[in-house]
Nanobody, 115 residues
Framework: QVQLVESGGGLVQPGESLRLSCAAP????????MGWYRQAPGKERELVAEISRSGSTNYADSVKGRFAVSRDYARNTAYLQMNSLKPEDMAVYYC?????????WGQGTQVTVSS
């Protein structure tokens, strides 16, 4: 199974920022939406942000105004800029890429927000 390559997670203090990257290999083409889910221990996986092929975006209410998703179409890569991070943002973040016939996932990256 082809996998997306995620990077950018880490440990930060509350109020700081991180940027996640999600790169799709060239073998995955005609991508429609890309985005991120996250899963915290003991909680269900939730959609954080997504960006369509046309560039329209959608965010979870909990991250609106703090997170921004973008895409570099030439590099087949999506980015999630996370600002003003809170302890409740701590989770494993999984990126995905949708084609008409399949969804591809990244390996997940840990985001830890702690003082």
């Amino acid at each position: 199974q082809v996998q997306l390559v995620e990077s950018g997670g880490g440990l930060v203090q509350p109020g700081e920022s991180l940027r996640l990257s999600c790169a799709a290999p060239r073998s995955i083409f005609r991508i429609n939406a890309m985005g991120w889910y996250r899963q915290a221990p003991g909680k269900e996986r939730e959609l954080v942000a997504e960006i369509s092929r046309s560039g329209s975006t959608n965010y979870a209410d909990s991250v609106k105004g703090r997170f921004a998703v973008s895409r570099d179409y030439a590099r087949n890569t999506a980015y999630l800029q996370m600002n003003s991070l809170k302890p409740e943002d701590m989770a494993v973040y999984y990126c995905y890429a949708d084609r008409a016939d399949a969804r591809y996932w990244g390996q997940g990256t840990q985001v830890t927000v702690s003082s």
